[in-house]
């Protein structure tokens, strides 16, 4: 593979930027390196947004920091207050107990 291959993110190996390999023994094993953020797509109230939030952020946390919603609140953030509830597809969910990077519907 040529350098300017290599500089232009494909690694050496052929796989992906999120894929390492390391050795067990005699075995080569490939890996998945954790993803730091990711891209998301949201419709909410019929206007779309496109964001690029933590994995470990929830979704109250992206509607009030990333996209400036404020709307939700947040009480006690274990999801037993119901301060962050939001209808995602007609039903009532909790905010603070779902990821952001993983909504299901449109809240």
Not at 84 to 100: E, F, K
Request: positive net charge.
């Amino acid at each position: 593979m040529t350098p300017a291959r290599r500089a232009r993110g494909k690694p050496a190996n052929g796989r992906g930027r999120n894929v390492s390999v390391r050795r067990i023994g005699a075995r080569k094993v490939a890996t998945l390196k954790p993803v730091a953020e990711q891209a998301v797509a949201l419709n909410v109230n019929g206007k779309r947004y496109a964001v690029t939030v933590p994995v470990r952020r929830t979704l109250a946390d992206v509607l009030r920091e990333d996209l400036g919603l404020t709307g939700t609140h947040l009480g006690c953030e274990h999801g037993v207050c119901g301060a962050c509830t939001i209808l995602l597809d007609g039903q009532a969910v909790r905010s603070c107990l779902l990821l952001g990077c993983r909504p299901t519907g449109t809240p």
